[in-house]
């Protein structure tokens, strides 16, 4: 069975691609190899997927309709795919608004007209994200709750991709599995992400900015377990109609954000420095996940805790860039 993965050299898409080539399946990668963040990182996951001869690869933007359209007419039936490529992060929307829909909209909408055509996917999982809860008080996090207030654009073309997924399941019977994650972190993460920033102020002994005094937590959830989440459900395509179906994919517990500092300034050997800030707009004082349906429909289960996930992460830090 061949497995198509967007965002191939992108943090979840490497991670899904190498889980997946490691059990000796063939997988087909895309991404735009875009400078969101440096593409430096990005070759370097690619060059690690290259290794494997069941790997190939396509350097193209999903909002290139005809191209991502070809690609996948050319792949063989009962095709399943994991849909990660987007225009990620909440703050950069504020800078660069337009490339949320190009890429989250645009491109979200191209792979589903070329699933259409391509009339025999068995599975398509697309990545979705805690952020479309907005500024829900109401906690855990649960799927049937209210998500039409977002309080950031990267939230709004998001949340958008799943109301466009739930149409083309409906309407042409694709079979469609929308995961909201929940802030991941790990080995060959994003540069603009949580883990990967502090762990550079640390080191460089740079000032951290704290937003709203510290007073956050987040559902830290670590990338093994977002890829076991995905994987698992890639093979449990929804049934009933239509086939479209939405999961979180997270941690069990919500950590405090302080707690996180502390854990990486005792595996980095080194003391943060701190400055503490209002919340930022688009930004929210806490999410955890609801992951019962998760768990009771393709058995997800998260395993690596706080800890034992930063000491990971820091450990691939320390080796990459010292290297």
């Known amino acids: 069975m061949t497995t198509l993965i967007t965002g191939a050299a992108g943090f979840i898409g490497y991670h899904a691609c190498l ?35 069941q790997f190939s690869f396509h350097h193209l933007a999903m909002e290139d309709h005809s191209a991502i359209f070809k690609v996948i007419q ?25 490339a949320y829909t190009t890429s989250n909209v645009d491109g ?23 952020s479309v809860y907005g500024a829900n008080t109401k906690l855990p996090f649960a799927v049937e709750d209210r998500t ?24 042409f019977d694709i079979p469609t599995t929308g995961l909201r994650y929940f802030t991941v972190y790990g ?9 990967f920033t502090f762990t550079k102020a640390i080191l460089a002994g740079e000032v951290i900015t704290v ?55 005792e595996k980095l050997g080194k003391k943060a420095l701190l400055q503490f800030a209002d919340i930022q707009p688009g930004d929210v004082k806490e999410t955890i996940a609801d992951i019962r349906p998760a768990q009771d429909d393709f058995g ?9 996930g930063l000491e990971q992460f820091s450990r691939w830090y320390l080796e990459h860039y010292s290297s």
Not at 111 to 128: K, Q, T
């Open 19 to 53: 889980t997946l080539l490691k059990k000796g399946e063939d997988v087909v990668g895309i991404d735009s190899l875009n400078d969101y963040y440096s593409p430096l990182l990005k070759h370097a996951r690619l060059e690690n997927l290259k290794k494997f001869k």
């Open 74 to 98: 050319d792949l063989p039936s009962d095709l399943s795919i994991t849909h990660l490529a987007a225009q990620a992060g909440v703050r950069y929307s504020l800078k660069d608004p337009y």
């Open 211 to 265: 937003f709203n005094h510290g007073d956050m937590r987040r559902n830290y959830t670590y990338i093994d377990d977002i890829i076991d989440g995905t994987l698992l459900c890639l093979n449990a395509p929804p049934q009933g109609s239509p086939k479209h179906a939405l999961y979180n994919i997270g941690h069990y517990r919500s950590e405090s954000l302080m707690d996180f500092i502390h854990i990486l300034e």
């Open 108 to 130: 979200h909408l191209s792979l589903l007209e070329a699933c259409r055509h391509h009339g025999r996917i068995r599975h398509l999982v697309y990545a979705s994200t805690s």
């Open 148 to 171: 039409d207030s977002p309080i950031s654009l990267y939230a709004a073309t998001k949340k958008c991709g799943e109301l466009m997924s739930h149409a083309y399941a409906h309407l």
């Open 300 to 308: 997800y289960s998260p395993k690596v805790d706080l800890k034992d």
């Open 187 to 195: 080995p060959w993460g994003r540069p603009d992400m949580t883990a």
